[in-house]
């Protein structure tokens, strides 16, 4: 036998020490193995699956996230991730849109496409071209989606040329992706194929169909809706969804027709021929009227004294509550911006939280009393002295602020529980005007990869978090997952209870955001638990061309997080 050989063959067989986390959570106990090299991580996996109360759809090798269906090739640790988790939901609805796919190709072959548009409660809303999708055509796709499960086929990963699968989308007709992967800096890319069905998807895929056995279709509007599991990776509940977040979402959408940027590639288009600074002053010029259009709905209900403006984190509340201010005194009222956090109570009477930590995201972290006998007086046309909640010092203060509301006068009052009625129970419900809005960003990535809305909000706030308080991307990378179970039981369940709901996302600000957030990212050390995040929206910002800040009008939203803001934020 050649030496050679005899060489490799001993390497194949050698083994490796490998500790695993046995059991889900941050504390739980490890195990030591002695695996062989090549074992698939899907075998570790299945063998440990019995401890874990969802489905294991990812593994994390020494900190790095790796798909089942790759090998041990060296001593490492090794824990797993669920379809519950936050990073394994994102591979689920990856995957199970893969099959969606695959299933409406194999019944209508290329007769009926199907596109994904953007996430709506745990699914994410869609549309077929060139059918229906009534009952009987989502019962027909499901069925056959039930049977590719059923079949357990492999869901398989190659690496090609970029300019072979930009030319390969080209010939197929998927423009969308194909002009993603024309700005593509990297020379390859990754491309899943399902039974014969190639396409390219933004993250990582289960093993095999199998996987994939708890989804459902259900109509909706003028499409329907592709629900994934959420807390229990075996079941899939109703959907809950807020039908104005829907209409929202979809004007938004004609919005983005309009300028003809729907996707990340068109938007690279734009920037890429020059038209970047065009771009922006169409979309600024779209946001003025609308918040014009909104200050007219206001100012002609007379008996409206209280806008109420709440939405989740770095959703441009205060430049948007500034602007809305601006717009409504053109139209004949004269408000007086209010900050619910100067109603913040004494910092020692401040709630905790179950780990002992200063809730101040909780409705009792406020004087509800005192907010409610202030706007009351004020209602009656009595002067008040106005609170300033000094953070330094963690206590509310007097500093001579009066106040005395006229005929035409409003308070605009911005906080996170703005749309909750128990702060505000003693109001009229006449005298008042709800305003929800968050950042629901508009672009898709391409026709079958939806863009997270959250990522965008949360670059906006790594980026002003840095400016402004000298917070490390880390650190607020650290604490998001926080502020979403704050926003999820303060701000979300009252979103439907809004007059009106504002969409402040615009369709260029990624890409100037982009400039400001790389530098933070690439801060954050490998060894990090934040590392992994800041791996994955660095990919997410790659897709993007960069766009500077010439042109943007110092009033825009996007002023708040990149600096440079005429108002006081």
């Known amino acids: 036998m050649n030496p050679r050989t005899q060489y490799w063959g001993r390497l194949k067989m050698q083994e490796f020490k490998v500790k695993v986390q046995t059991t889900p959570g941050t504390f739980a106990p490890w195990e030591e193995l002695t695996v062989a090299e090549g074992t698939p991580l899907e075998e570790l996996a299945e063998r440990y699956q019995k401890n874990y109360p969802n489905l294991i759809v990812l593994a994390s090798v020494d900190q790095k996230l790796r798909e089942l269906n790759k090998t041990i090739d060296g001593p490492c640790t090794v824990s797993f991730l669920t379809a519950t988790d936050k990073d394994g939901k994102r591979i689920y609805r990856r995957s199970v849109t893969l099959l969606m796919q695959k299933a409406v190709e194999n019944i209508w072959e290329k007769q009926v496409l199907v596109t994904v548009f953007y996430s709506l409660g745990e699914g994410y809303y869609c549309e077929l071209e060139g059918k229906t999708a009534d009952g009987d055509t989502l019962e027909l796709i499901k069925k056959e989606m039930l049977r590719l499960v059923k079949e357990d086929l492999p869901i398989e990963k190659n690496s090609v040329r970029t300019i072979e699968a930009e030319k390969m989308f080209h010939d197929l007709g998927m423009t969308d992706k194909e002009r993603l992967l024309f700005y593509r800096r990297s020379s390859r890319v990754n491309l899943y194929s399902l039974d014969g069905m190639v396409d390219y998807y933004y993250g990582y895929m289960v093993p095999s169909t199998g996987y994939l056995k708890a989804f459902d279709l259900v109509p909706y509007e003028e499409g329907f809706v592709l629900l994934f599991p959420a807390r229990d990776s075996s079941v899939v509940e109703p959907l809950k969804t807020s039908n104005k977040l829907y209409h929202t979402l979809r004007e938004s959408r004609r919005?983005?027709?309009?300028?003809?940027?729907?996707?990340?590639?068109?938007?690279?288009?734009?920037?890429?021929?020059?038209?970047?600074?065009?771009?922006?002053?169409?979309?600024?010029?779209?946001?003025?009227?609308?918040?014009g259009a909104l200050a007219q709905q206001i100012a002609v209900k007379k008996d409206a004294k209280f806008v109420m403006i709440a939405g989740p984190s770095s959703s441009g509340k205060t430049s948007f509550s500034n602007r809305l201010s601006i717009q409504l005194l053109a139209k004949g009222r004269k408000p007086h911006p209010i900050s619910l956090d100067d109603y913040y109570d004494d910092r020692e009477r401040c709630p905790r939280d179950e780990n002992g930590n200063l809730d101040f995201e909780c409705l009792e972290a406020l004087d509800v009393e005192q907010f409610n006998r202030d706007m009351t007086r004020l209602l009656a046309g009595e002067t008040v002295d106005m609170p300033s909640f000094n953070f330094k010092t963690g206590k509310r203060e007097y500093r001579g602020n009066q106040l005395t509301l006229g005929k035409d006068d409003i308070l605009v009052i911005e906080g996170i529980h703005g749309l909750n009625d128990r702060l505000s129970y003693s109001l009229p419900e006449e005298s008042k005007f709800k305003i929800y809005i968050s950042a629901l960003t508009q672009l898709n990535i391409d026709e079958h990869n939806p863009l997270p809305t959250t990522d965008c909000r949360l670059l906006r706030r790594i980026v002003r978090d840095a400016r402004t308080r000298g917070t490390t991307a880390q650190e607020t990378i650290a604490m998001w997952d926080s502020v979403r179970r704050g926003e999820e039981k303060n701000i979300f369940p009252f979103q439907d209870s809004a007059d009106v709901m504002f969409n402040s996302a615009l369709l260029y600000e990624i890409a100037v955001l982009k400039v400001y957030a790389e530098p933070l990212l690439f801060q954050i050390p490998r060894e990090s638990e934040e590392y992994l995040e800041a791996k994955r929206l660095l990919k997410f910002l790659d897709y993007f061309l960069p766009l500077p800040t010439e042109g943007i009008m110092q009033s825009s939203l996007v002023r708040e997080f990149v600096g440079g803001s005429c108002f006081n934020v």
Request: hydrophobic letters at 50%; aromatic letters at 2%.
């Open 255 to 291: 919005w983005s027709r309009m300028l003809g940027i729907g996707t990340i590639g068109a938007l690279n288009d734009a920037i890429a021929s020059g038209r970047g600074k065009q771009v922006i002053l169409l979309q600024e010029a779209l946001m003025e009227e609308r918040i």
